[in-house]
């Protein structure tokens, strides 16, 4: 995982949204971000850590962590975590938001996490779980080889075996190797293959091909009887078909001429409807119109009397309320034109209110001023005194370091007699571990001989390991190829007892079980095939166990084998060693030119008495330094009160400058009595008088707007009077017009009275359908007639009897049930021979498919017993855990000054061989503090070497927090000059730390400054 960016807000003391751009940091290889104590160096980690998964070191849930992290001044919680991972450098987002609640200040909802990854420039949002997956870390190993919080460093060199073991299973995928409980789970599998096949085999019972071929002579037979069956039934089918047809004819007949005489009823009934319908048709042509004009003209003017009333009842109104509206317009309008003199008053008014406020905040002012003078003083007073003290610790430095001896050859020789005692440690370690291996392998040489001294064809004619797991091998399958001729023996002598049981039971006249026959002349006479049987399975018994014998030995001879290459190796690279390390012995001596220092105990006097002045220097510089910070501090406070009494006093300037002009522009009177009164008293005139000045403007506004109004609806109303009456007088004309055309057509009809007609009329008969229903009537009687002699026609001179047509039904009735009935029976016959088809088949692939499944069993069984536990696993975590010690060492050695080495105890725990102490070893709890850091330091390079190299990264990032205060100033300069070398191998560290000398050795770096106003600020170093 490389970071990209992150942009904080509101947490812990990030006030202010701070971003950070690692680009520059990661281009650098090793960065370092900087601070002193509580500035919020390692909340950047936290806010990295909840981001991914949404855990911080500090505090968990149950230490209300929201309201914790949440800044005190922030009412919002802001981070956004950009990383790129993988080998493709695939870029993913982690956002983080939380608001605190309004009304209670320590409420702050749930942080609501989120996550992104881009896709062709555009983030798509993905579940929160999924970033652990693809950083391929838990939280917990997270927290051991990307970012180590304060206080971790030092955890995977001190876990224990189980939890050691278990992150290497995490990191490293060693899940794959835990084989055991997927051999248990295809052994259970396959046992349970093994019992359903052999459940299947019962199920099928016994199964023979006689019963096949009988099955099928049957089906024969019945089919021959279907087909007679069939011919019969068809005959009769046709002729009952006739009897059907000429039954359906006659009911047709008989149907046809009911209608007809129902018909010929309804006859007269049309002639009537067709007479009424001529008159109807004619009173509608030639007097509807006229009669609902004259309607029409009618109700029109009895609408236009009922809007000419309405209308004058309106205008009557107007009337009337103009009156009243026109006297109160009259004494508003007195009142509107004085309303100027209410705004002014009202303006002078708020001119006094904004006075008296400054002439508060001038009185205020003066006190403020008065105060910051006298704390001027103070300040002034102190900076004096620590100048004091500064020149005091100047002269104590001087006379310090006159004391300091020279250093520029001390330290080489110590260096010297210190590689000499490491490389003569070195040498007496090789020579103590190439005689314990050689005892091993000699023991292991004896194990051999023991495992194989009781296996025939083994013990007597000693060969190497190799050649013996060979013949072990190839005599474990020539037992294996015994049992199966034992199991083909089995199988033989169960089918002879069968055979012996049938022939026992065989009876004269009675059918034999096999081949049915009645006559038993030769009945067969077996030998004693149960006492065979029990000798079989005893000896496939005994050769099962001499393979599991055998099979444990192999397992042994493996484990053996292993062991002697991993010694041998050893062996040779020990030799190798060994030899490496006299040359360096020899070289070393040749190094020394230092005849003044031939006793070492001189050499480490003289260092101490150096190491003590430098502490005391380092105290003295400490203390320097501090005063001059507080000098700077003290230096800029003063500053400020300073800035800030300035902008007093011209506030004070400003108002009252202002206060004079607002008095130039106030022409009211009693002003003196203004000033005198409160402001809210004051501000309440004047906003009673604007009241009264916005009342009148809005009175006059609306009796103006209401006398407009009244006006409008008046002309209105008077308008749409006289038009109605020019309408009325018409309408009452076109009346007279309408009724005489009326009489008119009367006289000319058949009719007497126009009631008769509007009788008629009312009918409201629809001539077209009344006219369809006569013609339908017509058509139904034709068809009617035409039917009667068409079917007369297909029936001639036959004659329906029912008997005879029942008769006939039952003759089919029995047939059908006949040929029913054989047709279940030759579908079952059918089905019986599908069935033991199917099952002869069936069998002879259960018995094949259940050799193939015993055989896999064995060889289950055997890799079963090579992975039992997870002692599999365990080696391969060792192997690990071995190399990851070995690339350990290339620094820790180093870093030590060739003192120390880490190595690996058989139980999986680190423990250290001190080669000033003769090459002894002891436990990693005995190291100094800043010698535990350096083994850790170490160890975690190498594992994050091992996470980049087993996921694929093209690059490795490293963040480490903390961890420099416990070391001197020579081994600070070599841990430096270690992660300095690091930039070569394309790795990525970060370092945090308050260490001043780190932040003068590596130029690339963040510098956080925690501001008391506005928190923690992020300042670059290339920006400055």
């Given amino acids: 995982m490389i970071p990209i960016k992150l942009t904080i807000q509101g947490l812990f003391s990030y006030q202010e949204k701070q971003t950070i751009n690692f680009q520059k940091l990661t281009e650098a290889h090793l960065f370092g971000i900087f601070g002193s104590v509580g500035s919020g160096k390692s ?20 230490d209300n962590r929201n309201y914790n992290m949440m800044n005190l001044k922030s009412d919002e919680l802001f981070i956004e975590f950009d990383f790129s991972v ?33 896709q062709n420039e555009s983030w798509e949002p993905i579940e929160i779980e999924q970033l652990q997956q693809v950083i391929g870390l838990s939280y917990e190993n997270f927290k051991r080889t990307i970012i180590i919080p304060q206080g971790r460093f030092q955890e995977f060199l001190q876990l224990g075996n189980k939890d050691r073991t278990q992150m290497m299973k995490e990191l490293f995928n060693l899940q794959k190797f835990e084989l055991y409980y997927k051999t248990v789970a295809l052994e259970t599998k396959n046992t349970q293959q093994l019992q359903m096949l052999q459940g299947q085999l019962l199920q099928l019972g016994e199964v023979k091909p006689e019963q096949l071929e009988e099955s099928q002579l049957r089906l024969e037979a019945i089919r021959a009887e279907i087909e007679l069956l069939t011919r019969q039934l068809t005959s009769k089918l046709l002729e009952e078909a006739a009897q059907k047809q ?31 319908l001529k008159e109807y048709e004619y009173c509608r042509e030639n007097f509807k119109y006229h009669f609902e004009r004259s309607d029409e003209v009618g109700k029109g003017v009895d609408r236009l009397k009922r809007t000419i009333e309405n209308e004058d009842l309106i205008l009557k109104d107007c009337e009337a309320r103009l009156a009243i509206l026109e006297i109160d317009f009259a004494k508003v309008k007195t009142d509107y034109e004085q309303r100027d003199l209410l705004k002014q008053q009202a303006s002078e008014l708020k001119k006094i209110c904004m006075i008296i406020e400054l002439n508060d905040e001038n009185r205020i002012n003066s006190g403020r001023i008065k105060n910051g003078e006298a704390t001027c003083k103070d300040s002034a007073d102190k900076i004096q005194t620590i100048k ?37 440690a070195i040498d007496r370690e090789a020579n103590e571990e190439l005689l314990n291996l050689q005892k091993d392998i000699a023991l292991l040489n004896d194990r051999f001989l023991l495992s194989v001294e009781n296996v025939t064809n083994v013990a007597e004619s000693p060969v190497a390991i190799a050649d013996c797991l060979d013949l072990l091998i190839g005599k474990v399958k020539e037992i294996r190829n015994q049992i199966t001729e034992i199991d083909k023996n089995i199988e033989h002598l169960l089918i002879r007892s069968k055979l012996e049981e049938y022939a026992t039971n065989l009876e004269d006249g009675k059918p034999c079980p096999l081949c049915g026959s009645l006559s038993h002349p030769e009945v067969l006479v077996g030998g004693d095939v149960a006492r065979e049987l029990q000798l079989e399975r005893v000896s496939k018994l005994n050769h099962e166990r001499a393979i599991e014998s055998l099979e444990k030995v192999l397992i ?30 020899d070289v070393h001596q040749i190094l020394f030119i230092w005849p003044d220092f031939n006793d070492e105990n001189v050499v480490n006097e003289l260092l101490k008495e150096a190491e003590s002045v430098l502490t005391a220097i380092k105290t003295t510089e400490s203390e320097i330094e501090k005063g001059r910070s507080d000098s700077e501090k003290e230096q800029r406070t003063l500053e400020s009160y300073k800035a800030a009494l300035e902008q007093i006093k011209e506030k004070q300037t400003i108002c009252l400058s202002e206060i004079a002009t607002l008095t130039r522009q106030i022409e009211i009177p009693e002003i003196e009595s203004y000033l005198k009164q409160s ?85 409201n008969m629809e001539i077209e359908s009344e006219r369809q229903k006569i013609q339908d009537f017509r058509q139904q009687l034709q068809f009617s007639v035409n039917q009667i002699q068409l079917l007369k026609t297909d029936i001639g001179d036959r004659t329906y009897l029912a008997e005879d047509h029942l008769k ?33 088949n069936q069998q002879k692939e259960i018995r094949k498919s259940l050799e193939n499944i015993e055989l896999r069993a064995e060889d289950i069984k055997t890799m079963k017993q090579l992975f039992k536990g997870s002692g599999f696993v365990n080696y391969v975590s060792s192997v690990h855990l071995q190399n990851l010690c070995l690339a350990a060492n290339d620094r820790f050695y180093k870093l030590v000054r060739q003192k120390m080495s880490l190595e690996i105890t058989g139980d999986n725990n680190f423990q250290v061989r001190d080669f000033l102490n003769g090459g002894k070893v002891r436990s990693v709890k005995t190291l100094s503090g800043g010698q535990t850091f350096q083994a850790a330091l170490s160890l975690a390079l190498s594992l994050a070497d091992s996470i980049q190299h087993f996921t694929d990264s093209s690059q490795n990032f490293f963040f480490l927090d903390e961890g420099f205060g416990s070391l001197d100033k020579e081994s600070l ?52």
């Fill in 86 to 118: 993988g080998k493709e450098s695939t870029i993913f987002r982690a956002v983080v938001k939380g608001k605190r609640n309004r009304r209670k200040f320590d409420d702050v909802r749930t942080l609501d996490r989120s996550a992104y990854k881009q």
């Fill in 973 to 1024: 300069d070599v841990v430096f000059e270690t992660l300095k070398s690091l930039r070569k191998e394309n790795r990525i560290v970060g370092v945090i730390s308050h260490v001043e000398e780190m932040q003068q050795e590596i130029d690339t770096h963040l510098r956080i400054v925690n501001d008391e106003e506005n928190g923690s600020k992020v300042y670059r170093s290339w920006e400055n």
């Fill in 246 to 276: 000429l039954k359906e004819l006659s009911v047709k007949l008989k149907e046809q001429q009911n209608t007809h005489e129902s018909l010929q009823t309804k006859e007269v009934d049309v002639r009537k409807l067709e007479q009424l």
């Fill in 43 to 62: 909340s950047i980690l936290d806010a990295i850590t909840y981001a991914l998964y949404g855990e911080t070191e500090r505090m968990n849930a149950r």
């Fill in 556 to 585: 042994t001879l493996r484990e053996i084998e292993t062991q002697l290459h991993l010694k041998s190796e050893s062996t040779q690279k020990l030799k190798v060693k060994q030899s490496e390390n006299q040359t360096k012995i």
């Fill in 388 to 424: 004091l003290s500064l020149e005091h610790w100047m002269q104590n430095l001087k006379t310090l370091k006159s004391r300091l001896p020279d250093l520029t050859e001390l330290p080489k020789v110590q260096k010297w007699f210190t590689i000499k005692k490491s490389l003569q």
């Fill in 808 to 840: 006939l039904s039952d003759e089919v009735l029995k047939l059908k049930e006949v040929q029913a009935e054989k047709n279940r029976e030759q579908g079952k016959t059918e089905g019986e021979i599908r069935k033991l088809s199917f099952d002869l």
């Fill in 679 to 763: 402001v809210d008293h004051v501000n309440y005139a004047s906003e009673s008088l604007l009241k009264k000045y916005t009342a009148i403007e809005a009175q006059y506004q609306k009796t103006s707007e209401a006398i407009t109004q009244i006006q409008q609806k008046q002309k209105e109303s008077s308008g749409k009077l006289q038009a109605n009456k020019l309408i009325l007088l018409q309408e009452h004309e076109n009346l007279v017009v309408i009724n005489d055309q009326i009489k008119q057509l009367l006289l000319a009809s058949a009719y007497t009275s126009a009631d008769q007609i509007k009788t008629v009329l009312n009918l």
